[in-house]
Structures are given as structure tokens and as C-alpha cells.
């Protein structure tokens, strides 16, 4: 059962313009949620979380929103550039699950020129 | 951020042979790491949580008996696959819970698996 859900497996933006990524996740227990970035055979470099208690989080390029009674976040990059594409991942945490990752799909974005 | 290194970074194996992983946290100590697999264009599954000190917790439909885990010290967790097999051939990523931020998990790179 997939609790976090990221719907669209891809994403094409011109450089320049901003890159919206949508997760949505079902379990009421999450309060804590990343977004990680993802090269193919590399780890996961993580980007920005945010807290259930807060309804955004802003970081240089990246900003998280968090619309908790629509169980649903959001990462937006502006302005987008070419190293920005990779597969990008939503994750999230409950409290009780001892930091245990539930993630997405992924959304593979792609920055054109 | 934290930095998290896995070695060796792709393996070769003959089916049958036993494979062991390495996972270092190398300027952060961690008390918990885990253990995911991802397969091609799939998302990253949680195989294990690995304390330092205790018994790995593993997910549901994850062999313990093939995937041993050992969180021997703050900085260090092994996963060895155990009689592996084809289909264990897979890309076995890492991560450890520390740094800054509550749940913030650092991945290592990654180790890929080929059982032939």
C-alpha cells in the first residue's frame, strides 16, 4: 500500500522557469517530510524537509509547502538549471516509526536549455 | 550536510557466495541507519532499520536469515547478503539518521549487486 504518492513520473521545464513537484500521502501520521534528489546509481542527496507544524520551508532555490488538511506537499525550484535534473523523491516520517522513510515514486525532472 | 559512504560500489558475485556491504558515517555518529534496495525505475524500499548495539529490525517480506545486518559502533552497519541469488541482484543503498533536522536521513552511495 503506498502511502506517499508522487503522480506524476515526470516533469519537462525550461531553464529559468520554476519546476513544481506534487506529493500527496495518505497516512494522518506523517509529520515529518523530505524531498531528496536522486542521480542514477547514487544515493539520495537530501534537499529540504519540513515539519507537520509548519506550512512551509525555504531554502536558497527550493521551497516546500505543506497543505496538511489536503495531505499534500509541494517542491518548487526557481529558477531551474540544467544540473537540476535528476529524479526527485517525497518522503515522510511518523513520530512513532523510529525515523523509518516511507517514499514516493519519484518524478524525474528534466531542465531543457 | 553529513556525509554517508558505502563500500564497495558495485559488486560481482557467482550465485551461492555471500556479499558484504559496508556503510560508514564518517563525520556524524549515527544510531540508526537503515537499509533500503531499489530496483530499476522503482522507488527506494526500506529492507531494515539498523541500531547500534541492538537487533535490526526488518520490514515485512525481508528475509533476516539472507540479509544479516551488524550495527557493531555508532559509525559503521554491514549488510551481508547470504547465498545470493539472481534475484538479489539489485542497487543496496544506505542511509544514517543524524545531522541536522529531526528525521533528516544521509544516503550513501549506493552499492550495486550482480548475482550471476
Known amino acids: 500500500d503506498q502511502q506517499v504518492k508522487q503522480n506524476s513520473p515526470s516533469l519537462s521545464v525550461q531553464e529559468g522557469r520554476i519546476s513544481i513537484l506534487n506529493c500527496d500521502y495518505t497516512?494522518?501520521?506523517?509529520?515529518?517530510f523530505l524531498w531528496y534528489k536522486k542521480y542514477p546509481a547514487e544515493g539520495p542527496t537530501f534537499l529540504i524537509s519540513?515539519?507537520?507544524?509548519?506550512d512551509k520551508n525555504e531554502d536558497g532555490r527550493f521551497t516546500v509547502f505543506l497543505n496538511k488538511s489536503a495531505k499534500h506537499l509541494s517542491l518548487h525550484i526557481v529558477p531551474s538549471q540544467p544540473g537540476d535534473s535528476a529524479v526527485y523523491f517525497c518522503?515522510?516520517?511518523?513520530?512513532?516509526?523510529?525515523?523509518?522513510?516511507?517514499f514516493g515514486a519519484g518524478t524525474q525532472v528534466v531542465v531543457t536549455p | 550536510g553529513a556525509v554517508v559512504s558505502q563500500h564497495p560500489s558495485r559488486v560481482i558475485c557467482k550465485s551461492g557466495t555471500s556479499v558484504k556491504i559496508e556503510c560508514r558515517s564518517l563525520?556524524?555518529?549515527?544510531?540508526?541507519m537503515f537499509w533500503y534496495r531499489q530496483f530499476p525505475k522503482q522507488s527506494l524500499m526500506l529492507m531494515a532499520t539498523?541500531?547500534?548495539?541492538?537487533?535490526?529490525?526488518?520490514e515485512q517480506g525481508v528475509e533476516k536469515d539472507k540479509f544479516l545486518i551488524n550495527h557493531a559502533s555508532l559509525t559503521l552497519s554491514t549488510l551481508t547478503v547470504t547465498s545470493a541469488h539472481p534475484e538479489d541482484s539489485s542497487f543496496y543503498i544506505c542511509?544514517?539518521?543524524?545531522?541536522?533536522?529531526?528525521?533528516?536521513?544521509?544516503f550513501g552511495p549506493g552499492t550495486r549487486l550482480l548475482v550471476l
Open positions: 539498523s541500531n547500534e548495539g541492538s537487533k535490526a529490525t526488518y
Open positions: 542511509s544514517a539518521r543524524g545531522g541536522r533536522g529531526r528525521e533528516t536521513q544521509y
Open positions: 497516512n494522518s501520521m506523517f509529520d515529518y
Open positions: 518522503a515522510a516520517s511518523a513520530t512513532d516509526s523510529w525515523g523509518k522513510l516511507q
Open positions: 563525520d556524524f555518529q549515527a544510531t540508526t
Open positions: 519540513i515539519s507537520s507544524i509548519k
